[in-house]
């Protein structure tokens, strides 16, 4: 644990004196060790302030860009990967294929927002755009429900953002509740790309993705095309509304089944329209599934245009809360 106090020097030009010398031991996850990340390309520094969240290679901390004038320098997200961890070049190539879509992806408000990437001998640091709330799996678990007015103001704006890295030729692969952010002001971001590939590299045969939300046609190693999106986003919008997902049972061969036989059940107290979408975006196979703009006007949708919009984030009527 970094105690940040102690060490914090008084003055700016104090502190791009002294973050050179903070010691370095090593431990499993030596960034830990580190209070600053410096960016050697253009001399700026980072500060970490606290850990916002681990994953498979990346430790992920929120940064200060240090400045002249004292804490007003920019705030992100820093994904820290460790290079001693990654032994094997197909690892390190996942990371530079991360970094090239994230940049490829850049531009939309529902999407996360790539700052830059840089890297000293130890560590790959990839800067994005902070999202403070934690994710949907959060906000879910602590809401327990959500009404279909404020499911339809999320899925609207994950539709938007996933319509843009599919209009980029990019499938994200592993669409899932934990890998979509919130803000502070409570807008809805797809994040998480190291699963993504692009549609011109071809249709991968691998299996990859979260269990639950993996289409049928992936499980048959037929490869990944878009399509597998709207599938994974038909669970989540099945998640949202029911609360838990839609294939889930307590052994994964037996969800693997139930995706094959295409079986789970909607529950009553989901709407007409919502059920409809549901059973469009779940279908087994891909050429049958509904595109992004054809789910972005059902009348799911369309139902609750009068309270959210999908011109901006959040409506101004409808909005997100914790
Ligand atoms: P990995 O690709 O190694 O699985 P992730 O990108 O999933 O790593 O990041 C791990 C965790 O860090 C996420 O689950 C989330 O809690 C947090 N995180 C990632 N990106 C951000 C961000 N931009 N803002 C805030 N927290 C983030």
Not at 147 to 158: D, Y
Request: aromatic share 8%; net charge positive.
């Amino acid at each position: 644990k970094i105690n940040l106090k102690p060490q914090l020097p008084q003055s700016c030009q104090q502190r791009r004196r002294s973050h050179q010398h903070v010691p370095l031991t090593t431990s499993k996850h030596e960034v830990d060790d580190h209070l600053y990340l410096h960016d050697a390309i253009n001399g700026k520094v980072y500060q970490k302030r606290r850990m916002l969240g681990k994953g498979g290679f990346a430790r992920v901390y929120e940064v200060i860009e240090e400045c002249d004038i004292e804490d007003s320098g920019m705030i992100f997200a820093a994904k820290v990967i460790d290079k001693s961890r990654l032994s094997r070049p197909q690892q390190r190539e996942k990371v530079d294929i991360e970094v090239k879509l994230l940049k490829a992806a850049r531009g939309h408000p529902n999407v996360v927002a790539f700052h830059k990437s840089f890297e000293d001998e130890k560590f790959i640091c990839i800067l994005l755009e902070l999202c403070n709330k934690k994710s949907l799996a959060q906000y879910l678990r602590r809401k327990q429900y959500l009404s279909e007015a404020e499911v339809c103001c999320i899925a609207r704006q994950i539709v938007s953002g996933l319509s843009h890295l599919h209009d980029n030729g990019i499938i994200h692969r592993d669409l899932k509740l934990g890998n979509i952010l919130l803000t502070d002001d409570m807008t809805v971001k797809i994040g998480d790309f190291g699963l993504a590939t692009l549609v011109e590299w071809g249709k991968k045969k691998t299996i990859c993705g979260t269990p639950n939300f993996i289409a049928p046609e992936v499980l048959q190693r037929q490869g990944h095309g878009p399509e597998a999106d709207v599938w994974a986003l038909g669970c989540l919008l099945y998640t949202l509304l029911v609360g838990k997902p839609p294939f889930e049972t307590s052994c994964l061969r037996e969800t693997y089944r139930c995706i094959l036989k295409n079986s789970y059940r909607i529950p009553s107290t989901v709407s007409t329209e919502a059920a409809d979408l549901l059973r469009w975006m779940l279908r087994h196979k891909p050429k049958m599934r509904p595109t992004l703009s054809q789910v972005s006007s059902h009348a799911f949708f369309t139902k609750h245009s009068e309270t959210s919009s999908i011109s901006t984030p959040i409506s101004k009527t409808y909005t997100l809360s914790f």
